[in-house]
Every structure is written in structure tokens, then in C-alpha cells.
């Protein structure tokens, strides 16, 4: 943790991901803001302990809020992809001990409304991709399921696009990767849930990311109350790695600004936001 002022600052990073991830982000706030890290998996480990087997949204999110415990709440919660399917749901249930919520590329397929034809074909794709990962794995394929969760997230073909040492880092996390996407795809957040993120958030997409992770976005900028919207152009599902220059002061300047918040009960949620 870095020394800092304000509520602390917590960083979740993403499936098949490490909180090296965070790094950039950590190196820019430096000594300005107090940050830490919540490891997924050790989330996870203390989910299936409890589970006895591959743990819901629900149960992870009983132990992150023990791991929050730890650290001393309110804080600000900043999430990427699963990461951020994660502080959503705490936001979510914790609506006094989240100070403010930052999403980069939220993969909330569970947050997709039943409906509408595209809804049913994010909720059919995410069904289709947790059986071939649990096909692939069973038969000692982290590679080929690996390679079906990453045209899921990041889009058709995204793969082959992979350099082969990266590929083979990555099929090394396909389990975790499944265990992510089985929660979601087992979990929904409707909109009761949704309208019970109260503190300000922001949402961070990419311009080029993925059709449905836009459609996701989409979801959560009018079921989300007090919802800031940025869009990065260029960026795809990774916009705080392939664009720091814009991401990083971006999510700071929102951070001081919801710290700025809670030490001024005369500013609105929606102008901290």
C-alpha cells in the first residue's frame, strides 16, 4: 500500500489476469492516493474452501467483502473485467462502504437484462463458451479453452492474434478464467440491484472492444444511478494497458473528485461522478 489521503483505494483485475496489471495505474497515483490489491485468486481459494466447489458470484463476494474488512471501508473500488463484475456486486451490497466504483470493461453478462434478441445471444454465447472450456479442460486442453474465452471477451479471432508465448501463459489460467465466466453466467444483477450502486461511478469502455461488452456498458449507463460514461476511441478490452496516457489521469482525477465528495456533503453524488 502506498501512503496517501482519502478513502484507500482498491484495485480488482481481471480474469486469467495478476494485479500486475495495476501496475501503470499504481505508478501514476504513486504517494498521492492509498492503493492496494485484491488478488482474484486467493478471493477464489477462500470462496472454494467455503464452496466445496467452483464458488458463485454471490459466495466471492461474501469473502471480498471479509478481504474489505481487513483494509477498513469505506473505500473506493476499481475493477477491470471480472474484476469489476466484482466491485459492481460489492457496490452493490455494500452501498455505505463503497466510496466510489470505477469499471474498465465490466464483463457483467449477468447484468444483461432478458428481453431483447441481442440479450439472448450474449446470454447464449456465454452459455456456449462455459461448455466448450469445461469440454476442453476435461480433456487437457487449457490451450483450446483458453482460446474460446478470449474471442468471447475480446472478440472473434483475437487469438491468432496472440503472440504463442503469451498463449501458452494464458492457457495456464484457463481454469481460472472458466471459474469467472461459470459465475457470471450463473449469477444476474437486476435492476433493483443495479439502482443499488448509489455512489458515484465511472465507466470506462473501449471504442473498439467487443460487441458485447459494449452491450454490457450500454446495460449499466441507464441501470447504474449516478453513472459517469467515458469512451476511449482506439482501445479495445484493455484501454488502462494499451492507453495509460488517457486512462490513468482520467481514473485520478475521478478518484480525487469522489474523495472530494465525501469530505464535502454539499457536493451531489451525480457532480462527483
Not at 480474469?15 to 492503493?35: E, F, H, N, P, Q
Not at 477498513?72 to 476499481?78: A, C, I
Not at 450474449?122 to 472450456?133: D, F, K, N, S, Y
Amino acid at each position: 500500500m502506498t501512503a496517501g489521503t482519502g478513502l484507500p483505494v482498491v484495485l480488482l483485475h481481471g480474469s486469467a489476469m495478476t494485479a500486475d496489471s495495476w501496475k501503470g495505474l499504481r505508478g501514476y497515483i504513486g504517494d498521492r492516493l492509498d492503493v492496494c490489491t485484491l488478488d482474484i485468486a486467493r478471493i477464489r481459494q477462500l470462496a472454494d474452501l467455503r464452496a466445496g466447489a467452483v464458488p458463485s458470484l454471490d459466495e466471492l463476494t461474501e469473502v471480498a467483502v471479509v478481504e474489505l474488512a481487513r483494509i477498513g471501508t469505506p473505500v473506493h473500488l476499481v475493477g477491470h473485467d471480472f474484476g469489476a463484475v466484482l466491485a459492481l456486486k460489492l457496490a452493490s451490497a455494500l452501498p455505505g462502504a463503497v466510496g466510489s466504483l470505477t469499471l474498465i470493461e465490466p464483463t457483467a453478462y449477468n447484468a444483461v437484462c432478458p428481453g431483447s434478441q441481442a440479450a439472448w445471444q450474449t446470454r447464449q454465447e456465454v452459455r456456449a463458451t462455459v461448455a466448450h472450456m469445461h469440454t476442453s479442460l476435461v480433456e487437457g486442453d487449457g490451450w483450446r479453452a483458453m482460446q474460446c474465452f478470449t474471442d468471447l471477451v475480446h472478440g472473434p479471432g483475437t487469438w491468432s492474434l496472440t503472440s504463442r508465448a503469451h498463449r501458452k501463459e494464458l492457457a495456464l489460467r484457463a481454469g481460472e478464467a472458466l471459474a469467472d465466466l461459470m459465475a457470471i453466467s450463473a449469477d444476474q444483477m437486476g435492476p433493483v440491484d443495479l439502482a443499488g450502486v448509489v455512489c458515484p461511478t465511472l465507466q470506462v469502455t473501449g471504442g473498439k472492444s467487443h460487441r458485447m461488452n459494449k452491450q454490457v456498458a450500454r446495460e449499466l449507463r441507464f441501470a447504474v444511478p449516478f453513472l459517469r460514461d467515458e469512451i476511449i476511441p482506439d482501445a479495445g478490452h484493455l484501454p488502462h494497458l494499451s492507453d495509460p496516457h488517457i486512462v490513468d489521469p482520467l481514473v485520478y482525477d475521478f478518484l480525487v473528485r469522489a474523495n472530494a465528495q465525501w469530505q464535502d456533503t454539499g457536493i451531489t453524488l451525480r457532480h462527483a461522478a
